[in-house]
């Protein structure tokens, strides 16, 4: 089974690797999607693939890496949108 999520990510979260750090984590357990910082200080995260690789992502968000200061995770069910890959992107 499939399973696609979209995550805004408040707290201390840009400019620490954050988005390298869910970019690594979703290559090693093959979800798909993109992460990227948005204008108001969140991370936009978009995470697909089989329902115990995103459940994993979601957990590592809530952690963020090692300096990130993560505050709230707001997730919000998707539509599954078939990506082949995981980016970074740039606003």
């Given at each position: 089974?499939?399973?696609?999520?979209?995550?805004?990510?408040?707290?201390?979260?840009?400019?620490?690797?954050?988005?390298?750090?869910?970019?690594e984590?979703?290559?090693?357990?093959?979800?798909?999607g993109?992460?990227?910082?948005?204008?108001?200080?969140?991370?936009?995260?978009f995470l697909?693939?089989?329902?115990?690789?995103?459940n994993k992502?979601?957990e590592?968000?809530?952690?963020g890496?090692?300096?990130s200061?993560?505050?709230?995770?707001?997730?919000?069910?998707e539509?599954?949108q078939?990506?082949?890959?995981?980016?970074?992107?740039?606003?």
């Amino acid at each position: 089974m499939k399973k696609s999520v979209r995550l805004y990510i408040e707290g201390i979260v840009q400019g620490l690797f954050f988005r390298s750090f869910i970019k690594e984590n979703a290559e090693r357990y093959n979800v798909k999607g993109f992460v990227r910082n948005l204008e108001d200080g969140r991370v936009e995260v978009f995470l697909e693939g089989g329902i115990d690789d995103v459940n994993k992502m979601i957990e590592l968000s809530k952690k963020g890496p090692k300096h990130s200061q993560v505050k709230k995770v707001q997730l919000k069910p998707e539509r599954f949108q078939d990506f082949k890959s995981f980016k970074i992107l740039h606003i």
